[in-house]
């Protein structure tokens, strides 16, 4: 055997890993720190704080008596606060007996444990971790549109996307007044009349400024079949495809828009279909089929799609503009509730059997998922990043004893009764809640081993 054959393969599994890790070890360590440092704020100590589990591989006590530690299995974390006997928070350590010097010890020191801190304190201190995820999504978010801007107003051409035969009467600078004789001046009114126009056509008719007058030109499809991104896990990713490629046919047939290519796609009901693909000056050809996803849509419904795993791109890169922060924070709230939205309509429809439960993916599906983002470039990571940290935080509010949220749940039931659960009753739903994690994690796996 050619040992050397395996090289590129394990160069993609240890960049997959890298990526992986780095991107769960981030969001570990803003989920527990927002345990952490609201548990600090209530009053209650924090005994140890860990990235990973394991073997301890480094570690230092800081001046307020916590013990920082990188353990060397890097898939989560947890804070161990004063006066418990598992990270869980769970368990408590055994207590003084009364009477002496323990007595006195335990009446001063009790406040500072998680058990011996008031009902919010507690509740405040375990809900800190998914708002903190959260917080880390839409503060991402809000980063990346603060960094690529927001297309300015009316639509501006900053540069023009290479294609293979360009009838190109468009230039840098050139504002964009109509296409195809509509009127336009956003980039959302182009894409409303990109939606409506005849393909068929060798050019569209633009009416542009330039140089302070106005002139009519010729210039390629508002959205031509240029790819901008490709989905991992898709056949265009498997397939070898880029950002910049052009489909200039599917079996044969021109293809001049983006929506043509989406209309044969979609009635080719999964067949293989031979893309010709034009790429800096040279063509080839790929075999590609499509697969059916279930796709969101409008009022939380999903329907199921014909997809290449291709978006498309304007035939501009348009000028942007810087927004205000509290403009960006918006949009990034905007895109966390989203998520968080579409996350729960997927789930709710996986378990009434609307979609395919392979929507559900596992460690091996994510990890996956985060080496494709690291090779397509620092922001689509970083966005990537962001979408994860909204799913983690999510998942941590689920009502399951383990959780974040059953241990509010638990905080709900003491603050209504006016005592916790019972011992035995903790022991039983933990055991309970770790089995359906744990069952949930084999499902998940089995997706992501075989699940197309």
Avoid at 324 to 340: C, D, H, K, N, R
Avoid at 366 to 384: K, V
Wanted: proline share 7%; charged share 15%; net charge negative.
């Amino acid at each position: 055997m050619d040992l050397t054959a395996l090289l590129p393969s394990f160069g993609g599994i240890a960049w997959t890993a890298i990526a992986f890790v780095l991107a769960l070890s981030i969001i570990v360590f803003v989920h527990e720190f927002g345990h952490y440092i609201v548990g600090r704020w209530s009053g209650i100590h924090a005994d140890v704080f860990s990235i990973g589990f394991g073997p301890v591989l480094f570690g230092r006590t800081d001046r307020r008596g916590t013990y920082w530690q990188i353990a060397a299995l890097p898939f989560g974390g947890y804070v161990k606060f004063k006066g418990d006997a598992d990270p869980a928070s769970v368990t408590r350590a055994p207590e003084p007996a009364p009477g002496g010097t323990n007595e006195q010890l335990l009446r001063q020191e009790m406040r500072s444990t998680m058990h011996g801190a008031p009902l919010w304190a507690r509740a405040a201190t375990v809900a800190a971790g998914p708002i903190f995820n959260f917080i880390l999504s839409i503060l991402v978010f809000a980063a990346v549109i603060l960094y690529q801007g927001t297309p300015r107003e009316p639509a501006t051409i900053r540069s023009l996307v290479p294609l293979p035969a360009e009838v190109q009467g468009l230039e840098a600078g050139d504002e964009i007044l109509s296409v195809g004789g509509r009127d336009v001046s956003t980039l959302g009114g182009i894409y409303e009349v990109a939606a409506e126009l005849d393909t068929e056509g060798a050019t569209t008719p633009y009416t542009v400024r330039r140089d302070g007058g106005e002139t009519a030109v010729e210039g390629p499809f508002p959205f031509p079949p240029v790819v901008s991104t490709v989905q991992p896990q898709s056949a265009a990713w498997d397939a070898g495809l880029k950002p910049g490629d052009v489909i200039v046919s599917a079996d044969g047939t021109p293809i001049s828009s983006f929506r043509d290519l989406q209309e044969i796609v979609t009635v080719s009901e999964g067949a293989e279909l031979e893309l010709g693909i034009w790429r800096a000056g040279e063509t080839f050809t790929a075999a590609l089929a499509p697969r059916s996803v279930d796709m969101p849509v409008a009022g939380g419904a999903f329907e199921t799609r014909w997809l290449l795993g291709l978006t498309g791109s304007l035939a501009f890169e348009p000028v942007t503009v810087t927004p205000s922060p509290f403009t960006a924070v918006g949009q990034g709230a905007e895109q966390t509730l989203f998520i968080v939205r579409s996350s729960l309509s997927g789930l709710w429809h996986m378990v009434t059997g609307a979609i395919s439960s392979c929507n559900l993916r596992g460690p091996l599906g994510i990890a996956e998922t985060s080496g494709a983002a690291a090779s397509q470039g620092p922001s689509t990571f970083i966005w990537f990043i962001a979408v994860l940290s909204t799913a983690v935080g999510l998942l941590n509010l689920f009502p399951i004893p383990v959780l974040d949220g059953g241990h509010l749940v638990f905080y709900a039931y003491e603050a209504v009764a006016r005592r916790p659960p019972s011992d035995r009753a903790l022991r039983v739903l933990m055991a309970g809640g770790m089995a359906l994690m744990l069952a949930l994690m084999i499902f998940a796996l089995t997706n992501d081993l075989f699940c197309p």
